[in-house]
């Protein structure tokens, strides 16, 4: 068969050669060990975190062996994508600091000489591949009206191909020039597809970087690499891509394991030298149902990377928590060097975990506590003002208008050796000092202690002196709790209990409770300096 003259009818406006195409992205130069990896996000107007934390291992990977990390953006799936969708990409990669070498600006300037770095951009190179494989008999045109949907194309697979169903060869794969040539002239489109060497009966065998050897069925299926709106699905663009590109490391998650048998048939079937990949697990959840499932937006809002400026998590919380599941290390780290930056922590493709990480957003949230907990007053302020302007306007009004109140507030229990560490996120402080802005309820006392709290309310409210230490103001407590009957000793208490009203535990949760509307609270000495007298005093005033 004249697969030249196939391939010159179908892609007649083609005449640029692979060779032409090879010469303009020469092989990179690099130093030994030095690894070229990639983010290649589809552009779906939000990241995932599953496909950040590939993200996240490629751009380590990379950063430790001086290499290159470049951005392609992977267009080609216009159902898929969505307005702004890039602006996205750059937005939540920028607010975590990830700096590519080579990407594509947001108003269409290539930063790197292997562009452009943007897939549908790339569509003449697609072609000038698909040609070649056309005109070398691998690849043939297929008019099936479904390539994508392929009901048509499963129907006639079925009369044609039914007694073999370990391979899914084409109906169009054997069409001759005279037969393709009445499908042109009658205006039909055609997808390309790959004609497949093998018989469904082989396997192939491929080294990952996590997984070792892999060995899986051949793919047998003449796939789509062109679509018949001339665009590539993914498999495609890849070979193409990440060759030309000079990626030396594929890091991508594991669902792809399943389809690079085809992947490798492609590299084969375009001579190209096969890529090396990194398959690394997918982030899962334990479902409602107790079973582990992969994490998702539809279900989980912590798959979206947005929730985490939305709740207000400092991106280093987020990118430590990351970095502890890759490599458990991390944390014995950290703790080592409770002052370095986490980009000084290094670690290679031996060090990466191989096993499917739970999101664990309560580790988070612990990551994040140490973290806010060593900052001081003033950072805190300034982060949390920078998340109000954003996402709660009419907070960052009140912080503005009460700076040195709000930075007061905030060095309670901080700024010391032993410093609370209970803040995780900017969201949730206004709730966690929610009685530092109104006053408090008391629904937290219990009936049976509403009137003791009323009596020594009472009493102590009469004592009251505004403190100058944390010792004067427990003593008035205790003073007053002991005049009232309550024990102030705690052994005496225990021993009998009856003989009391309480103890001084229970007149400190009282004025706790009054103070706060809470059972517990951070130091209540400081809250009591940064709400001042006049507040303290009113406070002291309500019963129940
Ligand atoms: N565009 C693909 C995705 O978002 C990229 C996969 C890869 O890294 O090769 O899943």
């Known amino acids: 068969m004249d697969y030249q003259k196939i391939a010159d009818l179908l892609f007649p406006e083609v005449t640029t050669t692979t060779e032409e195409i090879f010469a303009k992205y020469p092989k990179r130069n690099l130093k030994e060990g030095q690894v070229v990896s990639r983010f290649a996000p589809s552009p779906t107007g939000f990241i995932h975190i599953g496909n950040f934390f590939q993200m996240f291992i490629s751009y380590n990977l990379t950063r430790v062996s001086d290499g290159v990390f470049f951005l392609r953006i992977e267009d080609t799936d216009s159902k898929r994508e969505k307005e702004q969708a890039k602006e996205v990409v750059f937005e939540i990669l920028n607010k975590f600091g990830i700096k590519f070498d080579e990407f594509q600006t947001l108003d269409g300037k290539d930063i790197g000489e292997y562009g452009p770095y943007v897939q549908s951009q790339r569509v003449d190179i697609y072609k000038i591949f698909a040609k070649k494989l056309v005109a070398e008999g691998k690849a043939f045109p297929c008019f099936c009206k479904k390539t994508e949907g392929k009901e048509d194309v499963l129907k006639l697979r079925e009369n044609k191909f039914h007694e073999d169903d370990e391979k899914e060869y084409d109906p169009c794969r054997d069409l001759s020039y005279e037969e393709v040539k ?69 890091v991508r998650g594991e669902d792809y394991i399943g389809s690079t048998p085809m992947h490798i048939e492609l590299f084969d079937a375009l001579g190209f030298k096969p890529t090396t990949y990194c398959h690394n697990p997918l982030i899962c ?57 986490w980009s000084e922590f290094k670690f290679g493709i031996n060090d990466i975990t191989a096993v499917g990480p739970i999101f664990d957003l309560v580790k988070l949230n612990d990551i994040s506590k140490n973290i806010i907990g060593t900052m ?169």
Not at 312 to 335: C, D, H, P, Q
Not at 475 to 481: I, T
């Open 376 to 544: 001081s007053a003033t950072q805190l302020y300034d982060l949390w003002l920078a998340w109000a302007e954003e996402f709660n306007k009419p907070l960052a009004k009140v912080l503005k208008e009460k700076k040195d109140f709000s930075t007061a507030m905030l060095n309670i229990d901080r700024e010391t050796p032993k410093p609370r560490k209970d803040i995780f996120n900017m969201s949730m402080i206004e709730e966690y000092f929610s009685y530092m802005f109104k006053k408090p309820t008391l629904n937290e006392l219990s009936e049976e202690d509403k009137e003791k709290f009323n009596e020594f309310m009472d009493e102590y409210q009469k004592a009251f002196v505004f403190p100058n230490s944390n010792e004067e103001w427990f003593n008035l407590v205790k003073e007053v709790a002991g005049k009232l009957g309550y024990a102030t000793d705690n052994k005496a208490y225990k021993a009998n209990p009856e003989a009391f009203k309480g103890n001084v535990a229970k007149a400190c949760e009282f004025v706790r409770i009054a103070i706060t509307g809470r059972k517990n609270s951070p130091t209540l000495y400081e809250i009591i300096k940064v709400l001042g007298e006049k507040e303290i005093k009113d406070r002291l005033s309500v019963r129940v």
């Open 182 to 250: 009445k499908h042109i002239d009658n205006g039909e489109k055609f997808a390309i597809r790959l004609k497949t060497k093998n018989t469904g009966k082989e396997r192939v065998k491929f080294y990952d970087l996590i997984k070792g050897e892999i060995e899986a069925k051949a793919n047998a299926k003449d796939f789509v690499i062109l679509k018949n709106d001339g665009i590539p699905p993914y498999a495609f663009a890849h070979a193409i891509d990440d060759t030309l590109m000079g990626t030396t490391i594929v």
């Open 285 to 341: 959840k334990i479902g409602e149902n107790g079973n582990k499932r992969k994490i998702s937006k539809r279900y989980d809002p912590e798959a979206d990377m947005r929730f985490y400026f939305e709740k207000g998590y400092l991106t280093r919380s987020v990118l430590e928590y990351l970095l502890n599941i890759i490599n458990s290390g991390f944390e014995m780290w950290r703790a080592n060097n409770p002052d370095k930056d």
